[in-house]
């Protein structure tokens, strides 16, 4: 559950060297030097010097103490109840966080090895209400947090990408071939949608999005074309979305389709994703476009022109001011916006970091989400280098403080 309504949005990927977090949240990171001394290099397995955020910036909340590593995925329900779980070596594990610290927290038995990024997701509908989803070829094996204690449950046959945990009793899933799971206490019951999804947000229980892509209907042209899908307590509806295509002559194998969604009422939501093609494939190839941005109305999806350079695997969050922020892996986070209210779109302050390590450290962000009741987004992923890489965690405060 990467983009739900409790929505988290802390970018992750955390750049090059500085100096200590401005606050600490639990698992220390190593000794770091200060942005005056030399960066830290790949042979020594060290974390990068973190510098304080500028107003409006991002900043440090965990890295983890050991090299290798990434988060995947992050809820929150509160401000003293957060989530992020990740693989480190192939096995899973699990961070929880109670208002002042990161700590690890034991997972069911019998996981297994994970390799592939979201075979891993997670979900909750208020404390003490979280949930697993763990993906394999056989299909998704299902847990949910107790207290203390996971519980199994029955498991779902298709693989899932994406969550939406409204109560024990009312979950819903979106996974591979069009196909959407709902679980009503007692068993799952799955649905075929209109399109193919990637990502799902809500609201309420009725009134939910998912995100993805169709088969375009143009011959030649375009792979595929974005698509929204809305539910409105009874059925999946597909909602038109804006076209894209490349001007003529048109590169090969062009695409077009959402990754990510974030609703925030009946009359708003934002979804993200990419215009891309087979780069290389014969002939001069176009200039990448920017990611495609789309806002809903309240009865139409919308282009929203955001003058950031093209980027890798947009995503989302609300940032609890009423705003959204769209973001993106790479150093120093310097491609993060906020997309404000009125539509307008800020960029933020890149983080402060030695120009020599910023060139050999790279922040990726694999999920965000916003922590309800606050102002604050976090974001999970890893910060590497050439031959190491950490787990890491970034928030950001919409107010900033």
């Not at 003293?80 to 594990?93: N, P």
């Not at 949930?131 to 998704?140: E, I």
Request: with cysteine.
């Amino acid at each position: 559950m990467r983009r739900r309504h409790v929505a988290m949005a802390l970018l992750l990927g955390l750049t090059a060297a500085c100096q200590a977090p401005a606050r600490d949240h639990g698992v220390q990171p190593p000794a770091v030097p200060t942005t005056s001394q030399a960066a830290p290099t790949p042979a020594t397995g060290e974390s990068p010097a973190v510098p304080p955020a500028a107003p409006g910036g991002w900043r440090y909340a965990y890295v983890g103490a050991e090299p290798g590593g990434e988060l995947w995925d992050v809820v929150a329900t509160g401000p003293r109840d957060a989530w992020a779980i990740g693989v480190r070596d192939g096995k899973a594990f699990l961070l929880g966080y109670d208002g002042s610290t990161w700590r690890p927290v034991p997972l069911p038995d019998g996981l297994g090895d994970v390799e592939v990024i979201g075979d891993l997701r997670l979900g909750a509908s208020g404390p003490g209400g979280l949930w697993l989803f763990r993906s394999d070829d056989q299909g998704t094996r299902v847990f949910r947090r107790d207290g203390t204690g996971w519980r199994p449950l029955p498991p779902y046959q298709w693989h899932v990408s994406d969550a939406q945990v409204f109560s024990p009793d009312d979950v819903w899933v979106i996974a591979e071939e069009r196909r959407a799971g709902h679980w009503d206490g007692a068993r799952w019951r799955t649905v075929t949608l209109p399109a193919q999804a990637s990502a799902l947000d809500a609201t309420a229980p009725d009134d939910m999005w998912a995100v993805g892509h169709r088969t375009s209907s143009t011959t030649p042209g375009p792979l595929t074309q974005p698509a929204a899908m809305h539910w409105n307590g009874r059925a999946w509806r597909l909602v038109p979305t804006p076209a894209y295509r490349f001007p003529d002559p048109a590169p090969p194998e062009e695409d077009a389709f959402l990754t990510d969604v974030v609703a925030l009422s009946a009359k708003e939501a934002w979804a993200v994703g990419e215009h891309t093609f087979n780069h290389g494939e014969g002939g001069p190839d176009p200039a990448d476009p920017p990611p495609i941005v789309l806002r809903w109305n309240g009865s139409t999806w919308n282009r929203h022109p955001v003058p950031t350079p093209p980027i890798c695997c947009p995503k989302l969050a609300q940032d609890g001011s009423g705003g959204v922020l769209l973001g993106s892996s790479g150093p120093g986070l310097g491609n993060t916006w906020r997309l404000a209210p009125d539509g307008a779109a800020t960029r933020l302050p890149r983080m402060k970091v030695d120009a020599k390590a910023s060139r050999k450290q790279y922040g990726s962000i694999e999920a965000m989400t916003h922590i309800p009741g606050t102002s604050t987004v976090l974001a999970v992923g890893r910060l590497s280098a050439r031959s190491w890489s950490r787990a890491a965690i970034a928030e950001f405060d919409a107010n900033g403080e």
